[in-house]
């Protein structure tokens, strides 16, 4: 059994937090019955994983994969990546283009979907999305940007929110105006990524940028970047005042965190860590799921998700080699079943990877 999580944190600005944060966070007219969210994440945060974490945070918002609005022009039918359970509740479906009409458009499709709210991506740093003028390529077109929170939020009666970035390098550093623009426009919610377009995913995250966005605007903000342990997100909400936290890279292989996370905030107390064996079993649990909603392409995405669960024992770089390499269920059952047998009789023992 893993020892009991501790923190550093002094436990009367935990308690300060936890009071802060006890009601529910309000975005818009929706009502969400935790400040924890799951990021949306691409080639990720698909139906199937979306399930895995709402097993340990059933009350957290959860996101789509971004969806490129003007795609969807040439779609008569829905695309997977927007399909979502009538049950899970509340869920956000994320939305990414420079043009205002497509958005509205998409996000109507959105709404009929069953969305709980509209998210429009200004932060992904990837550059097949900016220099087609997605992402983060509108922290340099604000106007657009505005006129793009303005026209979905004409065209849907639910909140429409923004994820973006502090600015596009350290130079041009630009979130205080933007953010001011946003929540003119209409924006309901904003998640601030503590990093610049050009950092990507490297350095860390700047939280005093948030801090300081929190700082100026009315509406809800919510802290993104750098959240990889409950101690983490904590020490982020404190530190920016966030009215909320998401949860991004730190739940690859972990769908744990983000439930971890509310649960301290609800209960004051660390949720005991899953053992190796758990995750393993979850990511065995993970990989049958895909095969059963995807079938083989869903074999195919498993492969990066059984190699993100295999860490902290010995073996696991050669099992993560063979995950890597899976053709079919079996095979990964296979080699997952395999290597829970070997931690069970103690062949294989954690070690601090």
Same mark, same amino acid.
């Given at each position: 059994m893993p020892e009991p999580t501790t923190t550093t944190i002094d436990p009367h600005s935990l308690k300060q937090l936890r009071d802060r944060l006890a009601p529910p966070l309000q975005i818009g007219a929706v009502t969400v019955n935790s400040r924890v969210l799951q990021s949306p994440l691409s080639g990720v945060t698909d139906l199937v994983f979306r399930r895995l974490v709402r097993r340990h945070a059933p009350e957290s918002m959860m996101y789509t994969e971004m969806v490129q609005a003007s795609r969807l022009q040439y779609l008569k039918e829905t695309p997977i990546?927007?399909?979502? &359970? @009538?049950?899970?509740? @509340?869920?956000?479906?994320?939305?990414? &283009?420079?043009? @205002? +009409?497509?958005?509205a458009e998409a996000a109507e499709r959105a709404e009929v979907e069953g969305a709980d709210t509209i +998210?429009?991506?200004? =932060?992904?740093?990837?550059? %097949? $999305?900016? %220099?087609? =003028? =997605? =992402?983060?390529?509108?922290?340099?077109?604000?106007?657009? *940007? *505005? *006129? $793009?929170?303005?026209?979905?939020?004409?065209?849907?009666?639910? @909140?429409?929110?923004?994820?973006?970035?502090i600015g596009w390098d350290a130079g041009e550093i630009t979130i205080l105006d933007f953010a001011r623009r946003m929540e003119d426009s209409g924006a309901a919610m904003l998640t601030v990524h503590g990093r610049t377009r050009a950092q990507g995913y490297n350095g860390s995250a700047n939280w005093d940028w948030i801090r300081q966005v929190k700082g100026h605007l009315a509406i809800p903000i919510v802290a993104n970047g750098d959240i990889f342990s409950v101690e983490a997100a904590l020490n982020c909400l404190i530190a920016t005042g966030a009215d909320a936290v998401m949860c991004s890279r730190g739940t690859l292989g972990n769908p744990y965190l983000v439930g971890e996370v509310d649960y301290f905030l609800k209960q004051g107390e660390f949720k005991p860590e899953p053992s190796l064996i758990d995750r393993l079993l979850c990511a065995r649990d993970h990989l049958e799921m895909l095969w059963a909603y995807k079938g083989k392409r869903g074999i195919h995405q498993a492969r990066k998700h059984m190699t993100w669960y295999a860490k902290g024992f010995t073996g696991a770089a050669e099992l993560r080699k063979q995950l890597s390499l899976i053709e079919t269920v079996e095979m990964g059952q296979a080699l997952l079943d395999g290597a829970i047998g070997k931690l069970n009789s103690g062949e294989w023992w954690a070690i601090v990877e």
């Open positions: 990546i927007m399909e979502i &359970d @009538p049950n899970e509740r @509340p869920i956000s479906i994320q939305l990414f &283009d420079c043009r @205002p +009409d497509f958005l +998210d429009i991506n200004m =932060g992904c740093p990837v550059n %097949k $999305i900016t %220099k087609n =003028g =997605g =992402g983060s390529s509108l922290l340099r077109e604000p106007e657009v *940007a *505005a *006129a $793009i929170v303005k026209s979905v939020s004409s065209r849907v009666s639910i @909140p429409v929110t923004v994820k973006t970035r």
